[in-house]
């Protein structure tokens, strides 16, 4: 019996999509990605700021909400970059940043599939 279920497992193909990562997104919008259509991307960008609230506009485009301050920069990254389907993702991570003059440090964090 437990020969059965351990050739059954390894008959079976373990597999995970191949991903790609650009930090930095709002000043490589022309970057190229060495990466295969189709693939996961994850797009990274920091920025600092003097309070941790901001204020969000929904992008009927891509049915998602997005920073309004960086919007142009989100959604040049997602026309270019990113295929508009439900695996699309953003996320804002903001933290108490002690080291800097600014307040908080927020980071942007973008997941897709590559176009």
Do not use: W
């Not at 960008?45 to 049915?63: G, L, R, T």
Request: proline fraction near 1%; hydrophobic fraction near 40%.
């Amino acid at each position: 019996m437990i020969k059965i279920i351990l050739i059954s497992l390894l008959m079976f193909e373990a597999s995970a999509k191949e991903f790609c990562e650009i930090n930095n997104f709002f000043s490589n919008s022309d970057k190229r990605v060495p990466c295969k259509k189709g693939n996961i991307l994850f797009g990274y960008q920091e920025f600092d700021s003097d309070n941790s609230k901001f204020e969000y506009e929904f992008n009927k485009e891509f049915k998602i909400s997005i920073i309004k301050v960086y919007s142009n920069e989100i959604i040049n990254f997602l026309q270019r970059f990113c295929v508009n389907n439900h695996f699309l993702k953003i996320k804002e991570i903001t933290n108490l940043n002690k080291e800097s003059n600014f307040k908080f440090n927020t980071k942007i964090i973008v997941t897709c599939n590559l176009k």
